[in-house]
């Protein structure tokens, strides 16, 4: 299994910080070119969880300029909050687990420039449900039914109808990769130096 600690909560953050509505914030990053920032954000407002296992770590910034502003930040905060996912894929495919889509609910879902950073990050499709909300409650209410009832959990489980998919940029990909691989290398020294 793969857990995070804080990803929307990242955004709201940065809002509160800012005094600037996160959807406002989220509105400034656009879709067009979205290429890596060079601006890193570790997302560890309260800890974390896959793969630290540590709740002494915390976030932080990295790379500010001069000329950062918030909508680099809002960046950030995206792709640092993708980096974590990718940190829970890495786990889980060492673990032996093949994943090659994932499903988008959430607050963050509402957000269409995100999604595609998280795409890119992961280098995999993500889809977003049509409509409703089909979070971890659904998904415990349904194995509820079949430990319940016997009911097979093909039929129970199905997936929910899909609006879209976005897929990976295939020209970004290897630029989220290597923003990742920065995003890791950061991460381990940070925690290097809390360890205290």
């Known amino acids: 299994m793969g857990v995070i600690l804080a990803a929307t909560d990242c955004l709201e953050w940065l809002a509160g910080i800012t005094k600037t509505p996160a959807a406002e914030l989220s509105a400034h990053v656009t879709e067009d070119g979205l290429k890596p920032t060079t601006v890193q954000f570790l997302p560890y407002l309260g800890g974390e969880r896959t793969p630290h296992s540590n709740s002494a770590i915390r976030a932080g910034f990295a790379g500010l300029a001069h000329e950062t502003d918030a909508t680099v930040l809002t960046q950030a905060v995206f792709e640092g909050v993708a980096f974590a996912f990718r940190d829970s894929l890495e786990a889980l495919k060492e673990a032996g687990t093949d994943i090659s889509r994932a499903t988008a609910v959430g607050g963050g879902s509402r957000s269409h420039a995100w999604l595609t950073i998280i795409a890119n990050a992961l280098n ?50 290897a630029a989220y990769q290597e923003s990742y691989e920065k995003y890791t290398k950061l991460g381990r020294s940070v925690i290097g130096a809390m360890a205290w």
């Open 124 to 173: 995999i499709d993500v889809d977003i449900p049509a409509d409703g909300d089909f979070g971890a409650a659904l998904g415990a209410a349904r194995l509820g039914i079949c430990a319940a009832t016997g009911a097979e959990p093909t039929e129970i489980c199905a997936p929910p109808p899909m609006a879209k998919t976005i897929s990976p940029t295939a020209d970004l990909t």
